[in-house]
C-alpha cells in the first residue's frame, strides 16, 4: 500500500473518530477537503482544503493525528486564513506571529 493512500485511510479514520468522541472538532473537521501534497511539511490550511503531507501523517499516532487534525481546523475555525492579509503566507513566518488562542482541552 502506497502512503498516500494509508495517509488518507488514516485521515479518514480520524476524521471519524472525531465526528464520535469530539463532536464539535469533527463537523468543523468535515467542513475542509482532505488533499495530499509532498510539497509541505506537516500539515497547513486555507480556509477551505486541509493539506498534509503523508510522510508526515504516516510518522504519527492515532492520537497524535487526531489531536493534530483538531489543531488544524481550529485555524479556520478562529478565521487565521482571513487575518493574514498582505502578510507572506511562507511558512514560519505568518504561523510564528499566529496568536497562540487554540489552546482547548481534549481526551483522545
Given amino acids: 500500500m502506497n502512503s498516500t493512500f494509508s495517509s488518507v485511510v488514516r485521515i479518514q479514520k480520524a476524521r471519524t473518530a472525531l465526528l464520535l ?29 486541509l493539506y498534509f503531507n503523508p510522510e508526515f501523517v504516516e510518522t504519527l499516532s492515532s492520537a497524535e493525528l487526531i489531536g493534530t487534525l ?5 485555524h479556520p475555525a478562529l478565521q487565521h486564513h482571513t487575518r493574514r492579509a498582505g502578510r507572506s503566507p511562507k511558512p514560519g513566518i505568518w504561523l510564528a506571529f499566529t496568536p497562540s488562542i487554540q489552546c482547548f482541552s481534549m481526551r483522545v
Fill in 70 to 74: 483538531a489543531h488544524e481546523v481550529m
Fill in 21 to 49: 468522541d469530539h463532536p464539535f472538532f469533527g463537523t468543523l473537521l468535515f467542513r475542509v477537503g482532505a488533499r495530499a501534497r509532498s510539497s509541505i511539511a506537516t500539515m497547513a490550511t486555507d480556509g477551505v482544503s
